[in-house]
Each structure stands twice: as structure tokens, then as C-alpha cells.
């Protein structure tokens, strides 16, 4: 085997190589942010609940507003509690 061919496998490979990355980068698409943002608001939007009930997807989208309020005022009950200033 030559040096030329062995250079010659060498770009061939790097390009496969970099065709897969390529293809794989393609495929994540978004970036974690982006993909965690999509996915909290199909959550509260209850784009999980069944399309065809308006009444459960209105509840679900309330119960999930309302549990994240309830999380946020224990968040805030829990510092203020720890720093002492209740």
C-alpha cells in the first residue's frame, strides 16, 4: 500500500465520519434549551390530554398552572423560612 493510497482512505474516512456527525447533528435538531421549552409548554398546554374532551384539557391545563404556583409559593416559604424572615 502507498502513502497516496493510504491518504486516500484517510479522506475517506474523515468524510464518512463526518457525514455521521453531520446526520446526527441534524436529527437533535434544537438545542437542549430549546427542546425543554417546547416540552414545558406542550406540558401546560395538556397537549398530552385527549383532544377531543375541552373539559379535560381545560382542567389538566388549570390543575398544572395551579401546581406550579403551589411549587413556587413553597419555594419561596421554604427560603424565607431558612433565612428567617417570615
Known amino acids: 500500500m502507498t502513502a497516496n493510497d493510504k491518504d486516500q482512505q484517510d479522506v475517506t474516512e474523515s468524510k464518512r ?8 447533528s441534524a436529527a437533535a435538531g434544537n438545542s437542549v434549551i430549546d427542546r425543554n421549552v417546547a416540552r414545558a409548554k406542550n406540558h401546560f398546554n ?3 390530554a385527549d383532544a377531543e374532551d375541552p373539559i379535560e384539557i381545560w382542567g389538566t ?7 406550579l404556583l403551589v411549587l413556587v409559593a413553597m419555594i419561596i ?6 433565612t428567617g424572615k417570615s
Open 77 to 82: 416559604w421554604v427560603i424565607s423560612y431558612t
Open 61 to 67: 391545563r388549570i390543575g398544572r398552572v395551579l401546581g
Open 17 to 24: 465520519i463526518l457525514d455521521r456527525v453531520n446526520r446526527e
Open 46 to 48: 395538556a397537549d398530552d
